[in-house]
């Protein structure tokens, strides 16, 4: 069975950090392409960051280029999400995601201005 848990969200003040965690068990991760994704109040999930099965290339939506990083541990099966310079917008449920197929619950990131 397919598991995708995160883990680190929280309340923290805009301009803090903030380090999420998504742990995958019960696939071959190594190759596959990881995204974090979030999705506030009344709008759309929407792709926040990618990191490809080697790890070799990434992507950011461009509101959070320069203050977030996708990274992956493939060992131990974990992708993380640094986000530095928190702002009020990036408020919302952050989901991992895992291929095309598989989701996580999320877990509530709010940042208070």
């Known amino acids: 069975q397919v598991q995708l848990v995160e883990s680190g969200g929280g309340l923290v003040q805009s301009g803090g950090s903030l380090r999420l965690s998504c742990a995958v068990s019960?696939?071959?991760?190594?190759?596959?392409?990881v995204g974090w994704y979030r999705q506030a109040p009344g709008k759309q999930r929407e792709l926040v960051a990618q990191i490809t099965g080697g790890g070799s290339n990434t992507n950011y939506a461009d509101s959070v280029k320069g203050r977030f990083t996708i990274s992956r541990d493939t060992v131990k099966k974990m992708v993380y999400l640094q986000m530095n310079s928190l702002k009020a917008e990036d408020t919302a449920v952050y989901y991992c995601?895992?291929?095309?197929?598989?989701w996580g619950q999320g877990t509530q990131v709010t940042v208070s201005s």
């Open positions: 995601r895992l291929g095309h197929a598989f």
């Open positions: 019960g696939i071959i991760f190594s190759g596959a392409t």
